[in-house]
């Protein structure tokens, strides 16, 4: 797990980004609660679209 400059921004074994951010803590079972997701190149694109025309 590399980690990039961006905080919460991490590189997996295969070179594909992902992020990851703590919610807080359960309060029944007091553990931390965090969310991990990915975008995947398409949706990039989608993004940068209105920026490039």
Do not use: Q
Not at 2 to 21: H, L, R
Not at 31 to 47: C, D, I, N, P
């Amino acid at each position: 797990m590399s980690k990039t400059k961006y905080s919460g921004v991490f590189i997996d074994a295969k070179g594909n980004f992902y992020y990851e951010t703590e919610l807080g803590t359960d309060k029944m079972s007091d553990k931390r609660v965090r969310k991990k997701g990915r975008r995947t190149v398409y949706h990039s694109a989608l993004s940068l679209r209105p920026v490039m025309n």
